[in-house]
């Protein structure tokens, strides 16, 4: 299969602030300190539409959460915009509020399934979709030219910022409209929360579709987002799906924007999964629009050979929901994800949504009258290996020679019967390489030797700088 080296853009003045999906770092670091922050704040509202009642602000339940939003407020008001403040909640109702109300931009402080110690800062248009390459680099040129003028903002105290927890209820409103009524009735459903942005909302609705809620990890601490639990560690939900002998289960990640999903016998199905269990479903009912599947790089050989078996194109897009969504515009589709549980349905949403895609699934399932394990039959995952490796820079994969003749030797090998995918992290200084075939002890050495060849050949790189 053929091979996608996927670098992120360096800039030329060194300073890069805008990764896969926003900015993400270490929260007691720059680029999250008050300044910095609140110059983001700033550059935002002084760069996009004017037109507008301000800027709509979410956040997960990080503990640096706060300290963010407050300096963001005061970037945002230096620039004669207010800022209303929706609390905690997950990305996507940022997006779906932004789309059906009058706001000129939404940001969502959350560093989604990183570690608490992280956080990050998500940009939205007025419309809710995620902002395009081209505007994210304007916004980094100003904030780059400002930050090195050492630009100081004065305080703006004529603004006044206002809550937005009244909105909530809009979004919570059109989850439930997703579902006939009572159609959960008598079942019983397990959800990890992952001590996240769902930890409120995910229970409350299914509750008010009659379902019978199993909720674990539902009590942040601001410390506790992702550890060991949510779409990271679907393997904890699994157990009480178990235990519990429950429909399915899901888990979400910390700011909700995907989920991940087990079967009724307990075994953790994943974005790919999902991804054909909900295709099949549309292109069986004449539904699927343009009989079309956009799905990412690191989806397995395993569905995408399905898919075609099923008579369903297939459309490969980069890693991230935004680049998939692009690509659902460009083929004229309207379902398609990640297999990291990212998952847009198009036609409610123009950004990945764990909520959305649990009730469409659970949709499918109640109106097929089956359990998940036998929606799931069909698909034949090839065993896969994914190795992330931290590394002292990202060194564009053409400039390390040694590590990219051996890929083209492991391609050669692999032929039709697996595939080699190597790429850097958008948000992490991580080389991630991503491996399927039929032998998993086979592609499990494989992939640490490119690992091990990579990270000889990037310290060297560094150091000979």
């Known amino acids: ?10 800039k030329g003045n060194g300073m890069k602030f805008f990764g896969t999906d926003g900015i993400r770092g270490k929260s007691n670091e720059f680029p999250f300190d008050n300044n910095t922050v609140s110059l983001i704040g700033y550059v935002l ?40 403040d929706l609390g905690v909640l997950p990305t ?35 419309k809710g979709k995620k902002l395009p390459d081209k505007v994210e680099a304007k916004l980094e040129k100003h904030l780059v030219k400002y930050i090195e003028e050492k630009r100081v903002l004065s305080k703006n105290s004529k603004i006044k910022n206002v809550s937005g927890k009244n909105l909530v209820k809009q ?4 989850l439930i409209s997703l579902m006939p009524k009572d159609a959960l009735k008598g079942k019983t459903i397990a959800i990890d929360c992952a001590n996240g942005a769902s930890y409120k909302i995910a229970p409350e609705v299914l509750k008010k579709l009659k379902a019978n809620v199993v909720v674990i990890n539902n009590k942040p601490t601001g410390k506790n987002i ?28 910390g700011d909700a924007d995907r989920v991940i999903s087990v079967d009724d016998k307990g075994i953790v199905r994943d974005g790919d999964y999902f991804l054909g269990v909900v295709s099949k479903y549309l292109k069986d009912n004449n539904k699927l629009k343009n009989n079309t599947l956009v799905i990412t790089v690191m ?10 078996q099923e008579k369903i194109k297939v459309v490969t897009s980069k890693v991230g929901d935004r680049y998939v969504y692009e690509d659902l515009i460009k083929h004229k589709s309207i379902i398609g994800g990640e297999q990291s549980g990212h998952i847009i349905f198009k036609q409610l949403l ?45 060194i564009p994969l053409e400039k390390l020679p040694q590590t990219t003749k051996l890929i083209k030797q492991i391609e050669k090998k692999l032929g039709d019967n697996g595939r080699i995918l190597v790429r850097y992290s958008g948000t992490e200084k991580l080389l991630r390489v991503m491996l399927e075939g039929q032998d998993k002890k086979e592609i499990k050495k494989i992939a640490q030797d490119v690992i091990n060849v990579a990270k000889k050949e990037i310290e060297k790189t560094v150091k000979e700088k």
Request: proline share 3%; charged share 20%; with cysteine.
């Open 45 to 84: 509202a002084e760069t996009l539409d004017k037109k507008g009642n301000g800027i709509l602000i979410g956040r997960d339940t990080r503990e640096s959460g706060k300290r963010i939003l407050k300096a963001l407020q005061y970037g945002i008001n230096a620039a004669g915009i207010k800022v209303t």
């Open 350 to 394: 123009d950004t990945g949504d764990g909520l959305i895609s649990a009730l469409q699934l659970l949709n499918i399932l109640t109106k097929e009258n089956k359990p998940l394990s036998r929606m799931c039959g069909w698909i034949k995952k090839y065993p896969q290996v994914l190795i992330n490796e931290k590394v002292l820079e990202k």
């Open 1 to 10: 299969m053929c091979i996608i080296l996927q670098n992120i853009f360096y």
């Open 171 to 174: 979004y919570e409103k059109f």
């Open 299 to 308: 989806a397995n050989l395993g569905l995408i050979k399905a898919a075609k």
């Open 226 to 253: 992702n550890l060991n639990c949510g779409a990271l560690h679907p393997e904890t939900v699994a157990k009480v799906v178990k235990a519990k002998k429950t429909f399915c289960g899901f888990a979400f990640d």
């Open 92 to 126: 996507p109702a940022v997006a779906y509020l932004l789309k059906n109300n009058n706001y000129q931009a939404g940001i969502v402080i959350s560093a989604s399934h990183n570690p608490y110690l992280d956080n990050g800062i998500k940009f939205f248009s007025s």
